[in-house]
């Protein structure tokens, strides 16, 4: 379940947040149920991340200034409270920078982008404050500007460690936090308790935005999904008309010749060599309607690329299912007329008027 708390402004400015903020997920993680609660300035699939200096030894400056490098300032725990995998080291402890440096966390894109072929886990980077962090983990990639934007390199730290480090900037930031709590069980029937508990802190702060964290996804991808449809549609009645259209021109051409097959047959040639030609001769219109159709589609579909996710322009799949649907239609479009013309008595066949 996630959801977002506004305060009112105050005189303590970001002090006073955190504190709210700490106290409220102390709460809440004694609700029964609950397995882990934290928040952030930011929700996957949600662009709110902050843009903060660091510097990795053996990386130039301008190097690091061209790559798209976001933080996301959290609560300890946020990343095990929205499911965020841990790859190698650890996760956020009590412990950290309490007489060490700072703990940070990394992605899987930073550290294939910065650290390439060795380990990053207990390194020192130089980055908020001015001063060492040290890096304790890798986490799985969160894809934070949405399911078709590849991730990007990207590290996290605590508000904890943050805070005393940045001044005043961060109370320019909103006074409003991204909460997540993640429990055993349907998260929605903890909403009234969550409620319960926001109001003994603070009677004034607002509850807004209560979601799951699925609902969050669904939500991103609500604009392409309408699309999709839409398009598929569309699609569906082409492929319809198409399908319809080939049968039809196929079988009237296999009945316009049927006078053809009255004289083939008087001439002695047999009911299945009759079959067979006619068989053989639609599948050869079939086949050279699917190969230009098939060159047609891989000429256009790369204009498709920016709708697909997950699937290339050329998918091999749709080409495959599409070009045997045609194929088996114009089949049966010429299977079912040949079955009837050799059927036909000669005599009547030759009389036949197109």
Known sequence: MTFQVALAAGPGGSADRQTFNEDLIARLQSL????????????????????????????????????????????????????????????????????????????RAMARRFFAGENPIGKSVISVGNINWEIVGIVDDVRQRGLDAEPEPQFFVTFRDMLPRVGPMFDQLPTRAYFAVRTDRDPRPVVSSIRGILRQVDSKAAMDNVTTLEEVVSNSIAGPRFYAVLLGVFASVAVALALIGIYGIVAYSVTQRTREVGIRIALGASRNEIFMLILRQGMVLAVTGVLLGLSGAIAVTRYLSTLLFGLTPLDPLTFISASAAFLLVAILASYFPAHRATRVNPVVALRYDN
């Open 32 to 107: 029964p149920g609950v397995q882990a609660a934290g928040y952030s300035i930011s929700l996957p699939l949600e662009v709110g991340l902050l843009r903060l200096m660091i510097q990795i030894p053996g990386i130039s400056e301008k190097e690091m200034f061209a790559t798209r490098l976001r933080t996301l300032a959290m609560s300890k725990d946020y990343l095990r409270a929205v499911g965020v995998q841990l790859v190698e080291g650890r996760f956020f402890t009590e412990t950290d920078g309490r007489g060490n440096p700072p703990a940070m966390l990394i992605n």
